[in-house]
């Protein structure tokens, strides 16, 4: 089979989506016109070969077992109907940042709250691929917490009120992302996170990490190691001109020195050593009036 297209192979819009699945029984042919473009194909015994029943089931002519369309898949032995099922996956599939099962139910009228979330849950498993590849290149790993607001735990990271969750990005240059990968740990231990970057990340990769101790020995699994400080890491920015605790009262800061300052002024400059037309006045200009003729009477 070609490579899919739109309006041929899968509905483009709404409105072909609508005229496409109107019934059951057209949602029942399309997944049976993708598993058996050529006709039955009798999965126990291989050969092609057999006749469809009066209960939507096929029987191989060869061996004499006895299939579905949907066996193997997640509409498998499903009581919702498919008309439900489909829609379900168009909002779905077609959702940029992602849909709830209580918006999804109010946006189909369907009844029932649970068989909506008991669908999303079913297909958001079959989201992750087995086989999928692990991650390459240059690699960033860390661990944070993950969770709502729980009012009969204290603390932002209570057990049980927070997930620590590890996750690993690919760095793409110049400034890209590529794929991540996000798991559950029990701990942020050296074997917890060990764990997680030989399942997720190729041995020769280049890992950047924080100095955590936990992420210590990752050269011993076949990686590049490269430990960064929190002040270098990605996206820390280093404000030289708020060094001082405290400026003058007579001084602009400046955020890189330039060729004339001073030695030892930090890149401060006196409203003496400032040219005329940076000239800011820090002090409020002297009244004129008296103080009783411009404030309110009380």
């Keep these: 089979m070609e490579r899919p297209r739109a309006s041929s192979h899968y509905p483009k819009s709404l409105g072909e989506f609508e005229a496409w699945f109107p019934t059951d029984a057209d949602c029942l042919g399309y997944p049976e016109w993708l598993r058996w473009l050529c006709g039955f194909v009798c999965p126990a015994c291989g050969p092609p070969g057999g006749r469809g029943l009066g209960d939507g089931r096929f029987t191989c002519s060869g061996c004499g077992s006895r299939t579905t369309v949907m066996a193997g898949t997640i509409l498998d032995r499903t009581g919702t109907p498919l008309r439900v099922w489909f829609s379900v996956c168009w909002h779905f599939a077609t959702g940029k940042d992602g849909i709830a099962a209580l918006s999804l139910e109010r946006t189909l009228r369907i009844g029932s709250y649970q068989a909506v979330r008991a669908i999303l849950h079913r297909l958001r498993s079959v989201l992750i691929r087995p086989d999928r590849e692990r991650l390459c290149g240059k690699v960033e790993v860390d661990e944070t917490y993950l969770?709502?607001?729980?009012?009969?735990?204290?603390?932002?990271?209570?057990?049980?009120?927070?997930?620590?969750?590890?996750?690993?990005?690919?760095?793409?240059?110049?400034?890209?992302?590529?794929?991540?990968?996000?798991?559950?740990?029990?701990?942020?231990?050296?074997?917890?996170?060990?764990a997680f970057v030989m399942a997720n990340v190729e041995p020769r990769a280049t890992i950047n990490t924080d100095a955590w101790q936990g992420c210590r020995g990752l050269e011993k699994n076949g990686h590049i190691h490269d430990r960064l400080s929190p002040a270098g890491r990605r996206g820390a920015r280093r404000r030289p001109w708020r060094t001082t605790s405290r400026c003058a009262s007579n001084s602009v800061p400046h955020r890189t020195m330039a060729a004339g300052d001073p030695p030892g002024s930090g890149g401060f400059r006196t409203l003496a050593q400032l040219p005329g037309r940076v000239r800011v006045a820090f002090r409020p200009p002297p009244l004129n009036q008296s103080r009783n003729a411009v404030l309110p009477s009380p």
């Excluded at 932002?156 to 559950?184: D, N, S, V």
């Design 147 to 194: 969770g709502g607001k729980e009012p009969w735990l204290s603390g932002g990271r209570a057990k049980g009120k927070k997930i620590l969750t590890c996750i690993a990005i690919e760095i793409l240059e110049p400034k890209r992302f590529g794929c991540c990968r996000m798991a559950p740990v029990v701990d942020a231990s050296a074997e917890s996170l060990h």
